[in-house]
């Protein structure tokens, strides 16, 4: 498929075939394109990434306290990207997603005993996120920690269990900045890697 170029809320992209997508954003300090693949179950990923150009900022001390000195009073400062995605699932839902619910999936270790004579197993305890209060989650990779959008009215054919579509974060930090920042305090959506409010078709955010 021939690169071209598409327009989403006012913004160019380049698309590259029909699962691909980059987006190239231009910022005074820096210039930067992301790319974003979208693919079906059984397809191979391609994880998205992000190509970056920084521009150095001259300082009048020979530090390198918070930035990276890159040569003698010149330096890159340390900074985040924060991405937010909103994910309206439907997953084999005639409702549009209404009946959808959110479980998160932890990896436990089993209690030594007759059923685990060696000590050595383990099982994904899956817990039901109730409340937005409880939904608002950070990863952990130590429990390899994922969580599962579940549509309990449509059983697999084969499993016999509710249909389900798991996301699976990868390890990165939430935002950097004290909480007592503007931007923590703009950004606040920034501080926790999940957030689930439910289906809510007049809810926007």
């Known amino acids: 498929m021939k690169p071209k170029i598409e327009f989403a809320y006012g913004l160019p992209g380049i698309r590259c075939s029909s699962e691909e997508i980059c ?21 191979p990923p391609r994880p998205a990434f992000f190509c970056v150009r920084v521009s150095a ?20 400062q340390h900074h985040q990207h924060m991405f937010c995605v909103r994910i309206d ?10 009946d959808v619910v959110i479980t998160e999936v932890n990896c436990e270790p089993v209690p030594p005993g007759p059923k685990n004579p060696y000590a050595n197993a383990f099982y994904a305890k899956e817990q039901p ?16 920690r994922v969580w599962k959008l579940t549509n309990p009215s449509c059983l697999n054919p084969i499993t016999k269990k509710p249909v389900s579509y798991k996301l699976m974060p990868h390890a990165s930090p939430p935002l950097m900045a004290h909480s007592e920042s503007l931007v923590a305090k703009k950004g606040y959506f920034a501080t926790k890697n999940l957030w689930y409010s439910g289906g809510s078709l007049g809810r926007a955010w």
């Open 89 to 98: 699932p439907a997953i084999d839902d005639k409702n549009g997603g209404k």
């Open 57 to 76: 900022l001259f300082q009048k001390s020979n530090t390198s306290m918070p930035c990276t000195l890159v040569m003698p009073y010149v330096n890159a």
């Open 129 to 144: 996120l109730l409340t937005v209060k409880e939904a608002q989650r950070d990863i952990s990779p130590a429990h390899n």
């Open 23 to 43: 987006l190239p954003l231009s910022r005074p300090h820096y210039s930067m394109a992301s790319c974003f693949g979208f693919h079906k179950a059984a397809a």
